[in-house]
């Protein structure tokens, strides 16, 4: 059974994602205004905090909390909310005084939701009692409005989090339909060999090493950010460009990795060989850009501005004469990743105005090209307005 169990393992390290297009917005997406009760859950956040009145409640949610199997023991508010006949729908209607159809009805006009702890230190501090604050904020930099057990309304520094332990509901950033995978440890007799399972070679491909960022791009209320890295090449034969790959917590196979802090370093295949060689036939003469966002929204998918993002790339672009793009430069021994001239920098992402849009981090641009340097890193992640956002390490194996 273990050794199935490390076969199936390893064969999802060589998984391959093929093109993603990215829609372009709407006339939903325009200018319109999501109300702000739909919007901003107070109302919610309210009445979850009241219900911790009850201490039942409260050891109750504390155990869905702590048997969580995603990321930072997160729950899906609604399947929640509904699970156990509706435990905590109805203990929440009868501390607030109202029905379960109404409290329902409410939750279902609401924005998709998620509730944990975004702080470690207050998940591991909290052990069920009447000390918790329950807070909601739609954006990374909106000041959180907190409500305690007894329905009592304050506002929240947005950079710092308080002592008392503070309990998010929040728009939901977690993939629900996806279950974690979880880590395999073989230790004996696994295929045949004592100590572990023997990776397999890595795929030829480029491959990040480390990275560095300045900020975390993610308020205190939002939990560990999401780093996500993105090759974006010429969609077809038209003059903008299209996601090609996405590496990143929910990237799956290969293309796997979590950073939660401002420092991470391993090896993620960011674009394979195979993909590459791929591209440079469909489009000879063209190159891709290395882009890294913090994901607010869909996992690999980026939602922003597209006029943010055209004026982000039309800046770096213009400061470094077009040399943002990279390339296999297979002609050195040994082989790197290097520089290149970028030609298209139109790029149709998908707003979102019910979610928070994703920050962009930035294009990176080769070191030699910007004229700037640190040790182990290669290529500089240059943001908004030509900002220095964090430095990369890129190498082809």
């Given at each position: 059974?273990?050794?199935r169990r490390?076969?199936?393992?390893?064969?999802?390290?060589?998984a391959?994602?093929?093109?993603?297009?990215i829609?372009?917005?709407g006339?939903e997406a325009?200018?319109?205004?999501?109300?702000?009760?739909?919007?901003?859950?107070?109302?919610l956040a309210?009445?979850?905090?009241?219900?911790?009145?009850?201490?039942a409640f409260?050891?109750?949610?504390?155990?869905q909390?702590?048997?969580?199997?995603?990321?930072?023991?997160?729950l899906?508010f609604e399947?929640?909310?509904a699970a156990n006949?509706?435990?905590?729908?109805?203990?929440?209607a009868?501390?607030?005084?109202?029905?379960k159809?109404?409290l329902?009805?409410?939750?279902?006009g609401?924005?998709?939701?998620?509730?944990?702890?975004?702080v470690?230190?207050h998940?591991a501090a909290?052990?069920g009692?009447?000390?918790?604050?329950v807070a909601?904020?739609?954006?990374?930099?909106?000041?959180?409005v907190?409500?305690?057990?007894q329905?009592?309304?304050?506002?929240?520094d947005?950079?710092?989090p308080?002592a008392?332990p503070?309990?998010?509901v929040?728009?939901?950033?977690t993939?629900f339909?996806r279950?974690p995978?979880?880590?395999?440890?073989?230790t004996?007799?696994?295929?045949?060999?004592?100590?572990?399972v023997?990776?397999p070679?890595p795929?030829p491909?480029?491959?990040?090493?480390?990275?560095?960022f300045?900020?975390?791009?993610?308020?205190w209320?939002?939990?560990?950010?999401?780093?996500?890295?993105h090759?974006l090449?010429?969609?077809g034969?038209?003059?903008s460009?299209?996601?090609?790959?996405?590496?990143?917590e929910h990237?799956?196979?290969p293309?796997?990795f979590?950073?939660?802090?401002l420092?991470?370093?391993?090896?993620v295949?960011?674009?394979?060989?195979?993909?590459?060689?791929q591209?440079n036939?469909a489009?000879?003469?063209?190159?891709?850009?290395?882009f890294v966002?913090?994901d607010?929204?869909?996992?690999?998918?980026i939602?922003?501005?597209?006029?943010r993002f055209?004026?982000?790339?039309?800046?770096?672009?213009a400061?470094y004469?077009?040399?943002?793009?990279?390339?296999?430069?297979t002609?050195?021994i040994?082989?790197?990743?290097?520089?290149?001239?970028?030609?298209?920098?139109?790029?149709?992402?998908?707003?979102?105005?019910i979610?928070?849009?994703?920050?962009l981090i930035?294009?990176?641009?080769?070191?030699?090209?910007?004229?700037t340097f640190?040790?182990g890193?290669?290529w500089?992640v240059?943001?908004?307005?030509?900002?220095t956002?964090g430095?990369?390490?890129?190498?082809?194996?």
């Amino acid at each position: 059974m273990l050794n199935r169990r490390c076969a199936a393992a390893a064969l999802m390290l060589i998984a391959a994602c093929s093109e993603r297009t990215i829609t372009p917005p709407g006339p939903e997406a325009s200018a319109g205004a999501v109300p702000e009760a739909v919007a901003r859950p107070e109302a919610l956040a309210r009445m979850v905090a009241k219900g911790l009145k009850n201490p039942a409640f409260r050891a109750y949610l504390k155990a869905q909390l702590d048997a969580s199997p995603y990321r930072e023991h997160k729950l899906q508010f609604e399947t929640f909310l509904a699970a156990n006949s509706a435990r905590a729908l109805r203990e929440i209607a009868a501390e607030n005084g109202t029905s379960k159809d109404a409290l329902e009805a409410q939750v279902n006009g609401a924005i998709a939701l998620e509730i944990y702890f975004p702080v470690p230190a207050h998940r591991a501090a909290w052990q069920g009692d009447e000390q918790v604050l329950v807070a909601t904020a739609l954006r990374d930099d909106d000041p959180p409005v907190a409500f305690d057990p007894q329905g009592r309304r304050q506002v929240l520094d947005p950079r710092t989090p308080p002592a008392v332990p503070v309990l998010a509901v929040v728009p939901v950033e977690t993939d629900f339909s996806r279950i974690p995978a979880r880590i395999l440890e073989c230790t004996t007799n696994c295929d045949g060999g004592v100590g572990g399972v023997v990776p397999p070679p890595p795929a030829p491909g480029l491959y990040m090493t480390k990275s560095h960022f300045v900020q975390d791009f993610e308020g205190w209320l939002k939990g560990s950010p999401e780093f996500e890295v993105h090759i974006l090449g010429q969609r077809g034969q038209t003059d903008s460009l299209v996601d090609y790959q996405c590496a990143g917590e929910h990237a799956g196979g290969p293309y796997t990795f979590d950073q939660n802090d401002l420092d991470w370093s391993g090896n993620v295949l960011l674009f394979s060989k195979a993909q590459l060689d791929q591209y440079n036939a469909a489009h000879p003469g063209q190159n891709v850009r290395v882009f890294v966002v913090e994901d607010d929204d869909t996992a690999c998918d980026i939602k922003t501005d597209p006029t943010r993002f055209q004026s982000l790339i039309t800046v770096v672009d213009a400061n470094y004469k077009g040399l943002t793009s990279g390339n296999d430069s297979t002609w050195f021994i040994p082989k790197y990743w290097g520089r290149a001239t970028s030609a298209y920098n139109i790029f149709k992402a998908l707003a979102s105005l019910i979610k928070t849009n994703d920050d962009l981090i930035g294009n990176a641009v080769e070191d030699k090209v910007v004229g700037t340097f640190y040790p182990g890193y290669n290529w500089i992640v240059k943001g908004d307005n030509n900002i220095t956002n964090g430095w990369i390490n890129l190498v082809v194996n």
